[in-house]
């Protein structure tokens, strides 16, 4: 009986950790999500660049959230305090050459038919050629519930690289 009471506790541990690692992991809601991109960007970008475009699902709890776009080490707020109903949604972050500048848009767009997709977009402009972090991330308002997801790797420089245009 002993061994097996030994072999169904193994048995058991091993399914667990098997179903771990094959299901995929949702951002939890109370998690700063990122939806970002790392890749090497030229100083003086023209019209007739391809654009770049990094896209992730995402669920989120029904709250309110911060959403911002960021590039090289510069950012800005594109809603404060937002409200998303509770659901899945597909982000997409897309980077546009123009003459001089890029045109950076972010999209969330739900699941949910009823509710429509929420856009936001910025240019900027960059001072070096080099290789750079870029996206958008979403923070929450509200308490974390479980593990926070990391911050991807992005280069930090202490001299301003980007700066947002008009701003």
């Excluded at 475009?53 to 960021?70: D, K, M, P, S």
């Excluded at 519930?145 to 701003?167: C, F, K, M, S, Y």
């Amino acid at each position: 009986m002993m061994k097996r009471k030994g072999f169904l506790a193994l048995a058991g541990g091993l399914f667990a950790a098997t179903l771990s690692l094959t299901t995929p992991a949702a951002a939890t809601a109370a998690e700063t999500a990122y939806n970002a991109k790392t890749q090497f960007l030229t100083a003086y970008p023209t019209d007739s660049m391809d654009g770049s475009c990094v896209q992730r699902r995402i669920e989120l709890a029904a709250g309110n959230y911060t959403w911002r776009l960021f590039f090289a080490d510069a950012q800005v707020t594109a809603r404060e305090g937002m409200y998303f109903g509770a659901g899945w949604y597909t982000w997409t972050d897309c980077l546009d050459p123009r003459s001089g500048y890029y045109h950076h848009t972010s999209a969330l767009d739900p699941d949910n038919p009823a509710w429509e997709t929420v856009n936001a977009s910025v240019d900027w402009q960059l001072y070096y050629s080099d290789t750079y972090g870029w996206g958008s991330y979403l923070d929450p308002h509200f308490a974390a519930l479980n593990a926070e997801e990391e911050a991807p790797d992005v280069p930090v420089n202490p001299t301003p690289q980007a700066e947002p245009l008009g701003r």
